[in-house]
């Protein structure tokens, strides 16, 4: 009997993982918590560490200095007011409509903030996950996701990006105004631009298009009226300061990056060659999209969001939350049409990596993150290219 690749990927052991992962998010996010003082954790960051700027930014724009939320040293100063004066700092790079989150936030005192941001993202992200996959066993394995302990750790926006990716996708068909709509909230992570885009206009979403564009003008009109148009001067005269000091020196560290970008900048490869690389990637995920256009619905979405992390050279760990949709996509075609060789082995690598990607590049200068993104694309490919046909025992 010829062993397969996949007889180890079984959904006892698939659950077990799960549950293990989960108590173990628990235990560490509990013992931040419990060794805390204030708002700073044990080693002096600020719990939820890059939430910091969000609620930094968000004080600063309802106390009439929102323009000054993208000054480094101003920015600083309030991180430091707030949290102690040795904090490091943690910068705001956003664009300005994602202040409109940010100042309901800091409404709040820090951690009541901190607490409902991840509290009600990550739950609309385990929904969305459950209106993919239906099942208790989904939860389980959302909540189990190894990058759900790297965005609770962060305090980052990645589980909103995933509810809002995901559930965008999930109704084009049905609800395209309201997809529309949740895409274009997306606007706070324009490094995903690419991709999102050309998914629509491949598969002739009119509607979902123009509600996208709509709800984005309403946004920075929403914005523009509140704040003026200096915060939008203050965002632009930000942009090279970023991305020299983010994006191509790498400050923040390489191996947190999940870029083929920081791939070749963790290896200490020239910029040019970097944004050569990155080019490449980013050409091969917008191709294709358009090259799956006739493919199930599900294989496409899954592209969609593989591709919106391997065509940007700006994701984080953090951001690999959205695998988790590319996950469930794939999961949830393949229970009409059945499994492919190797295709399990290749979503339960992509399902893992977040849990040792970053500790695996800073050791070995092995990018896994990146690894388990191309891979997971491939097999979207591959099964959207040459689609299974359903058996009949499955419909």
């Known amino acids: 009997m010829r062993l397969r690749t996949d007889d180890w990927v079984t959904a006892p052991r698939a659950r077990a993982v799960a549950l293990a992962v989960l108590l173990a998010t ?4 509990g013992a931040l918590a419990w060794e805390a003082h204030g708002t700073v954790d044990a080693w002096g960051r600020p719990l939820g560490t890059d939430f910091s700027n969000v609620w930094t930014a968000g004080w600063m724009a309802d106390h009439g200095q929102a323009a000054s939320a993208w000054d480094w040293s101003r920015h600083h100063a309030v991180q430091r007011a707030l949290h102690g004066p040795r904090v490091p700092f943690y910068g705001w790079h956003y664009p300005p409509p994602f202040l409109l989150v940010a100042a309901l936030f800091a409404l709040l005192p820090y951690l009541a903030a901190l607490i409902l941001w991840q509290g009600a993202t990550l739950t609309a992200a385990v929904a969305v996950a459950c209106r993919i996959v239906p099942g208790r066993t989904t939860v389980l394995v959302a909540l189990g996701f190894p990058a759900v302990l790297v965005c609770l750790g962060h305090g980052q926006n990645g589980f909103l990006t995933a509810a809002l990716l995901g559930g965008g996708l999930l109704l084009l068909a049905r609800r395209p105004v309201l997809a529309g709509v949740l895409i274009g909230c997306l606007c706070y992570k324009p490094q995903f631009a690419p991709v999102l885009p050309v998914a629509m206009l491949v598969g002739g979403h009119w509607r979902a298009i123009a ?21 939008w001067h203050a965002f632009a005269g930000s942009l090279a300061l970023t991305r020299t000091v983010i994006v ?12 083929a970008f920081a791939a070749v900048r963790l290896h200490d490869g020239p910029v040019a060659l970097a944004y050569a690389v990155q080019a490449v990637a980013s050409t091969a995920a917008i191709l294709g999209i358009v090259a799956l256009r006739a493919a199930p619905a599900r294989v496409r979405y899954a592209a969609v969001a593989t591709g919106s992390l391997l065509a940007t050279p700006y994701a984080f760990d953090y951001d690999t939350v959205v695998i988790g949709v590319a996950i469930a996509f794939l999961v949830a075609e393949a229970a009409v049409t059945g499994w492919r060789d190797g295709e399990k082995s290749v979503l339960a690598l992509a399902y893992l990596a977040p849990l040792v990607g970053r500790a695996t590049a800073q050791a070995t200068g092995v990018p896994l993150n990146l690894l388990a993104i191309v891979l997971l694309w491939v097999v979207t490919m591959r099964r959207g290219l040459a689609p299974i046909t359903p058996s009949p025992c499955r419909r």
């Not at 191509?248 to 870029?259: L, M, N, P, R």
Request: glycine share 8%.
């Open 26 to 29: 628990v235990l560490m996010i």
């Open 248 to 259: 191509e020196q790498a400050d923040t560290g390489a191996y947190k990056i999940v870029s």
């Open 211 to 231: 509600a996208a564009g709509a709800t984005v003008m309403a946004l920075v009109a929403a914005t523009t009226a509140i704040w003026g148009v200096a915060v």
